[in-house]
């Protein structure tokens, strides 16, 4: 196995300097925690919002600090920190990196995305560490029921629809929360009236902003945080000295015990509030590839850790002395601000809600996208905001349905109780499937012992546990809001992945072979006319049934033809100089190719005009290596032979790797060089840029060098590739309807012919996807009976 790439990381790991560490940390401070360091703003407000406020003492208000430091500790610090930042798929975090991971490890992915071709991919890095019993026992049991692959794409999606539902309810609670502080110059009784239609106006503005993309605005992103922590950190310690030096007692477990066995039932449902402490700390793992394990870990540590343990402190320090509040707008954060610095407070923590909303909202565009990647959402379009930057996107749908939702939110809920009741119950579920995958990855993917993942599972899935009872059990107080939108989510992805795989299952039910083509001879019995044409199809062997539909009707098809596959591969990046996979359909003279492109669940499927261009120059680079490595003999199996063609890093310049792929029958390898060859090297391109009005679609124009050490067979098929480029290329697209077939069960029919018709009939089409020109687009119509 290929750990290559994984040795460079460490390599360039080992080499990183303190200060480029440091700055890592630094700018991390912005993306990540955002979101996590605006929660003293609502959670003592939603702690005792209803339960117990009208009992406070100092017992429950420092069981209440002692609940919060003890969540922070063992959550973001051990559980995240220690253990779940290590669990990274290629240096990527989430949930789809988990899923990522496992899937490599075990055969447990419904999607047709793991070939032992991909498996040569240097970024799929496997190790492989003595297998215990356990571990091999309970791959066994995965692999070997297909129930459980659902069940576990099913947790998977849950996690992800969570992570969605936390993109509506976080700005809202945090704008709402930040604006509140306008409450203490208001008249007590009219001051939601005022707070509501300001946060309405900042969500609009902050939604509006996002087509600009978040680089623009980025830098001042960490100044920002870095701020409002010092600032809440002077706060604490003022507080803690000045009104009550003895609160760090609270910080004894004890006070838990004795906050529970006073308040009982309403102590247990108040943990709802008390879990808003850890919102976002899922971002320290999400956001893992954007910055290293070391930066994370020393800003969390460091800064952002105990800033948030003094801000919690000297809150507890100044209720302590003022537990005989009953105003629930009068326990917010504003009440232990002093007066004279209370408005530029105000302005900093609007600031930095709009922050940590900026960063959830970026998570939710990025985790869509990976769910795009996988065939688990309908295709929207994804834009991507900058050149630079890597992972910096927009989607316009999402964005203001997104919107909508999080207005809908804060004008229906108004009060921080009900807002944090529905976040918090998002939060912790989305914590809780990342501990159970993070279980498995011990178990599969470490292989250590299978009591060590049960103790992690136990230890901080019974703590989750907790927490998430806490919330559930207020359903009827906003808990219903996340329940309802994963459920529309999670019936959205699953019904459009459902209807994916049924169509693939189709396709590849209903292949023809190569032999069906080679039957009709070497003229085909077919019209050949010019240019070069792109058959998109998700087979990665054999011929498509929709390319049969269209040469039966429409006897006639392209000098040049080459069947595409956009695949996705379960890593999170492939190099380009990996990712066409290119081979031959049938013998020589029928100039029939397969090319097979790889995209990772993180890789950036730009909409631009260099792809025709890649994959012309590639054909011909194909041609040259083939001949130069004697792959070719005349007669080819009906699966032919694939081959990586590109550019490969320094050090394997002159070196030849084996390759091997997958077909349904058998396994083949090939060896090919990855020296670009002279020829190809000499070829110079001339690029045309049509008119404006057709899609502005750039046009691939060389020149076949005339060398005598070129074989004439090999010039006569460049030759062939170049009058084929400049005759154009056209891209032909099944445009398909799926439908039920007459015998199926209620609930498919009602999946397929009502859900996923629907659903794909209003997303966007393969060819917007495909930045696909209209010009050069022929769909060809095809009902799937499923």
Known sequence: MNLEAGDDQLKKAKKQSWKTVLFLAYQSLGVVYGDLSISPLYVYKSTFAEDIQHSQSNEEIFGVLSFVFWTLTLVPLFKYVFIVLRADDNGEGGTFALYSLLCRHANVSLLPNRQIVDEEVSTYKLEY???????????????????????????????????????????????????????????????????????????????????????????????????????????????????????????????????LRKTRKAGWMSLGGILLCVTGSEAMFADLGHFSHLAIKIAFTSIVYPALILAYMGQAAYLSKHHHIESSYQIGFYVYVPEPVRWPVLAIAILASVVGSQAIISGTFSIINQSLALGCFPRVKVVHTSDKIHGQIYIPEINWILMILCLAVTVGFRDTKHMGNASGLAVITVMLVTTCLTSLVIILCWHKNFLLALCFLLFFGSIEALYFSASLIKFLEGAWVPICLAFIFMTIMYVWHYGTIKKYEFDLQNKVSIKWLLGLGPSLGIARVPGIGLVYTELVTGIPANFTHFVTNLPAFHK???????????????PPEERFLIGRVGPKEYRLYRCIVRYGYRDVHRVDDQFENQLIF??????????????????????????????????????????????????????????????????????????????????????????????????????????????????????????????????????????????????????????????????????YLV
Not at 172 to 192: C, N, P, Q, R
Not at 560 to 574: N, W
Not at 722 to 730: Q, R
Request: proline share 6%; aromatic share 8%.
């Open 129 to 259: 560490p003595p297998v215990t019993k356990n571990s091999s026992r309970v791959k066994r049991i995965l692999e070997k029921h297909k129930n459980l692959h659902t069940a576990l794409l099913m947790v998977v999606l849950l996690g992800t629809c969570m992570v969605i539902g936390d993109g509506i309810l976080t700005p809202a609670i945090s704008v709402f929360s930040a604006v509140s502080g306008l409450e203490l110059a208001m008249i007590k009784d009219h001051h939601e009236y005022a707070v509501v239609p300001i946060t309405c106006v900042i969500l609009v503005c902050l939604f509006a902003l996002q087509h600009y993309g978040t680089h623009k605005v980025g830098m001042i992103f960490a100044p920002i945080i870095v701020t409002w922590l010092v600032c809440i950190s002077a706060l604490g310690l003022y507080n803690i000295f000045h009104w009550n030096p003895q609160v760090y007692r609270a910080l004894s477990p004890y006070y838990m015990y004795a906050f």
């Open 560 to 574: 040049v033809l080459v069947f595409i596959c956009i695949k996705s591969v379960p890593v999170p990046y492939v």
């Open 618 to 783: 590639n054909l011909g680079e194909f041609i040259i290596s083939e001949e130069r490595n004697s792959c070719s003999s005349g007669n080819y199996s009906s699966d032919g032979k694939m081959a990586v063609i590109g550019t490969p890093p320094p050090v394997q310049s002159g070196m030849e790797r084996n390759l091997s792929y997958e077909t349904q029958e058998s396994v083949q390898s090939v060896t090919i060089s990855y020296v670009r060859s002279p020829t190809i090297q000499s070829i110079q391109d001339l690029i045309e840029i049509d008119s404006p009005h057709l899609a502005r679609r750039k046009k691939v124009r060389f020149m076949v060098p005339n060398s005598p050490q070129i074989n004439p067979d090999v010039r006569d098929e460049l030759q062939e590739l170049y009058e084929a480029t400049e005759a154009g290329a056209a891209f032909i697209l099944g445009h398909s309807y799926v439908k039920a077939k007459r015998d199926s069960s209620f609930l498919k029919r009602l999946a397929i012919d009502v859900g996923y018709n629907f659903l794909r009939k209003n997303c966007r089409g393969p060819s917007v996807t495909l930045g696909i020109p209209h010009i050069s687009l022929l769909e060809v119509g095809m009902v």
